[in-house]
C-alpha cells in the first residue's frame, strides 16, 4: 500500500500592487508505502503532540510550531522509509492569463509534482489524503483529474482512494504541513533552519515555471 499526504504552504493571490500575497505557493506531497510505517508515522505525529503539548486541541502546524517542536516530531520519524516531493510555483514568473483559472493551475501543480512520485512500484493500492480545503464541486474536479492522471501510470488492478479530509482527523497532514512549510520558506524567503534538518528525506524540490504553450 502506497500512502499520499498533500498539503499546501503559501497562496494562491496574484495581486502584487494593491496586496502582498506570497511570491510562492509550495504543494507537497509526503509518500510512505507500507501500512506499518503509515502506522509509525502517525504515532510519531501523536507521541510529539502528547509530549509537548498539553490539551486536547492541539495540531503540528508548519506556521506555528515551533523549531524545537519540529525537532522533536522528526526525530521520532527519521528512521521511517518516506519521502517528500514538492514543487513551488514562482508566482511572479506566471503566465497572466493562468493567473484567472486557479483551480486549473492547483491541479496541474499538484498533478506534476505526482508524477516525480514512482507510482507505477505500487502493488496494492493507493491512499491520498488531501487537506480539506475546496468546495464539493473542486473536490469532484481534482478527483477526477488526479484518478485520471494516476490511472494512466499503473496497473488498472490497483486501487486508488481519494479522501479530503481536516488535518486534525488525519495526522499524516500534520506531518505533511511541516515538512511543506519548510520547503516553502526555503524558497519564499531563503529560511534553510528547518529544511536542513529533513532535506535528506526530500526526494523532489523545485521552483515551477508553468510552459507557455
Known amino acids: 500500500m502506497l500512502y499520499l499526504y498533500l498539503d499546501e504552504s503559501g497562496d494562491m493571490g496574484f495581486d ?13 506531497i509526503l509518500a510512505v508505502k507500507g501500512f506499518s510505517q503509515n502506522r509509525q508515522l502517525i ?26 517542536v519540529k525537532k522533536y516530531f522528526y526525530k521520532q520519524c527519521e528512521n521511517l522509509q518516506f519521502k517528500i516531493y514538492a514543487l513551488s510555483l514562482n508566482k511572479k514568473r506566471v503566465f497572466h492569463n493562468l493567473t484567472h ?19 507505477e512500484k505500487n502493488e496494492d493500492r493507493i491512499y491520498f489524503y488531501v487537506d480539506k480545503s475546496k468546495s464539493r464541486r473542486e473536490i469532484e474536479y481534482f478527483n477526477n483529474y488526479i484518478y485520471s492522471h494516476l490511472k494512466g501510470r ?3 488492478e490497483i486501487k486508488i482512494e481519494v479522501y479530503h479530509r481536516t488535518s486534525n482527523e488525519i495526522p499524516g497532514i500534520q506531518a505533511v504541513d ?6 516553502f520558506r526555503k524558497h519564499e524567503i531563503k529560511d534553510f533552519e528547518w529544511f ?9 524540490d523545485k ?5 507557455k504553450k
Open 101 to 119: 483559472s486557479k483551480e486549473r493551475l492547483y491541479n496541474f501543480v499538484a498533478r506534476n509534482v505526482i508524477d516525480q512520485i514512482p507510482v
Open 178 to 183: 511541516l515538512f511543506s512549510w519548510g520547503i
Open 16 to 28: 502584487f500592487i494593491s496586496k502582498k500575497p506570497s511570491r510562492y505557493f509550495t504543494i507537497t
Open 154 to 156: 499503473i496497473d488498472p
Open 196 to 204: 536542513d534538518i529533513f532535506k535528506k528525506k526530500v526526494g523532489f
Open 43 to 68: 504515532n510519531s505525529v501523536k507521541k510529539t503532540l502528547r509530549r509537548k503539548f498539553k490539551g486536547i486541541d492541539k495540531e503540528l502546524k508548519g506556521a506555528k510550531t515551533t523549531i524545537e
Open 207 to 211: 521552483e515551477y515555471l508553468p510552459q
